[in-house]
């Protein structure tokens, strides 16, 4: 007969055997340094984590630098947060989205600008963590050349975390990245006419 009891006890064993296994995982992970995170694919939030990642660093006191990359526009929520923590440095670089701006020369001038601030904070050990929020792009649009950029990551501080945002991350700088994770799209409130909302989208 199935009681609870006999529930109960299966669970605990599950959970016993479960703990060994992470234990064992944590255990044999012993190298501190740097990582690499690569947050891509077609759904929402990608940019949400990394400024999440943001405020985790802050919290341990990491100084903290961000460029973005395509955005344009000033006084997001986000940047109205961090800009206020004096740990935090906030480069809003990009010419806008290129369906908008509709002019490539531009773009990638503004991307190699962008990539000139990004490259000077892969070299300063002061930062903890660089955050290169929907790089991905200029490697799309062939605005960067992806050699050189993870030149530049495999040469930063051994203890400088990087997390590097955007859809269609090529498999090089994949490869390069201890962390890939793909935000995958189900659903989204934007094609069923919402607009982009303050604290949500904005």
């Known amino acids: 007969m199935n009681t609870i009891a006999d529930r109960d006890e299966r669970h605990a064993r599950a959970m016993a055997r479960k703990k060994q296994v992470v234990d064992s995982a944590i255990a044999a992970a012993t190298e501190d340094r740097g990582v690499i995170v690569v947050l891509t694919g077609n759904g929402k939030g990608k940019s949400t984590s990394a400024f999440g990642m943001v405020a985790r660093a802050v919290g341990h006191g990491l100084k903290v ?13 986000e940047e109205r947060f961090f800009t206020r923590h004096p740990e935090v440095q906030w480069h809003v670089l990009g010419a806008g989205f290129t369906w908008e701006t509709q002019n490539r020369d531009r773009d990638a001038a503004a991307a190699r600008h962008a990539w000139a601030v990004a490259r000077e904070m892969l070299q300063d050990p002061g930062l903890g963590l660089v955050v290169l929020d929907e790089m991905t792009y200029a490697f799309l649009y062939d605005w960067l050349e992806i050699d050189d950029v993870v030149a530049a990551l495999e040469n930063r501080p051994r203890r400088q975390h990087v997390v590097i945002t955007g859809r269609h991350a090529p498999n090089r700088l994949r490869e390069a990245a ?6 995958n799209d189900v659903k989204h409130a934007f094609r069923a006419g919402i607009r982009a909302q303050r604290g949500i989208d904005l």
């Not at 630098?65 to 929520?77: A, L, M, P």
């Not at 201890?178 to 935000?183: C, F, G, K, S, Y």
């Open 178 to 183: 201890d962390t890939v994770a793909e935000i």
């Open 65 to 77: 630098g961000v460029v973005q990359f395509v955005k344009s526009r000033e006084g997001t929520g």
